[in-house]
């Protein structure tokens, strides 16, 4: 079946660096969605992105949809703390049943 | 506008034990789903509703029951719970059917099975 895998699994960085992670699947995807979920809470959506190419920012919060369909990226610039949190990109399955599937997550620390 | 609610935040069951999680939204959505969130597993699909009266499984649906006899409503039942259902569950809720609609989610619901 389809599977998103997100890279970094995790990673520590210093207040002000630059982030980068992945997300990328060996299946088409349409739609790509990107999450941040705070400890103890439910998911938030961050940025959603419909076409390939696309580039889609959100403040510091820079989405792309890449061009083979099968990857996306997101880049965070200047990282804060509150930044802290777990990423999750997400697609709907192509079977049409209306389903999403969702990464695994990357786990964000910033180190202040 | 309280978006996606979910009740209770926290609940610890007994092997075997029945409960229902719920869950409602004010937001007059069609397509409401259940996840399960394990860790370093993502969120995972028990089952979804994309009306009242119609539900369907998801990836994980054992173990769980649902129904959808209003819109704003879809709560699910663990009929006779086992540890493996320890977990944190989410509701979610979108406007549309179409899947590039982007999701709601709850604030989840923190069980543990003993």
């Known amino acids: 079946g389809q599977q998103l895998n997100q890279s970094p699994q995790s990673m520590f960085i210093q207040e002000g660096e630059d982030v980068s992670m992945n997300c990328t699947s060996s299946?088409?995807?349409?739609?790509w969605l990107w999450y941040k979920q705070d400890p103890g809470e439910g998911p938030v959506l961050l940025i959603a992105?419909?076409?390939?190419?696309e580039l889609t920012s959100n403040g510091r919060l820079t989405a792309q949809f890449g061009i083979t369909r099968k990857d996306s990226f997101l880049n965070i610039s200047a990282s804060i703390p509150s930044d802290v949190g777990i990423y999750f990109c997400?697609?709907?399955?192509?079977?049409?049943?209306?389903?999403?599937?969702f990464g695994t997550g990357t786990r964000l620390k910033v180190l202040a | 506008n309280a978006g996606v609610t979910q009740t209770p935040k926290f609940q610890v069951l007994k092997t075997g034990q029945s409960m229902t999680l719920q869950c409602a939204q004010d937001?007059?959505?069609?397509?409401m789903s259940w996840y399960r969130q394990d860790p370093g597993m993502g969120l995972r699909l028990i089952h979804y509703?994309?009306?009242?009266?119609?539900?369907d499984q998801g990836e994980v649906p054992n173990g769980y029951n649902v129904s959808r006899s209003t819109t704003e409503d879809f709560p699910l039942r663990l009929l006779s719970a086992a540890p493996s259902q320890t977990s944190v569950y989410f509701c979610?809720?979108?406007?549309?059917?179409?899947?590039?609609?982007?999701?709601?989610f709850g604030d989840g619901t923190r069980l543990s099975i003993l």
């Open positions: 992105l419909y076409k390939a190419g």
């Open positions: 509703s994309v009306g009242a009266g119609i539900t």
């Open positions: 937001m007059n959505h069609e397509y």
């Open positions: 997400a697609g709907p399955t192509t079977s049409g049943t209306y389903k999403y599937i």
């Open positions: 979610a809720s979108r406007m549309g059917l179409w899947e590039n609609q982007p999701q709601h």
């Open positions: 299946s088409i995807f349409n739609t």
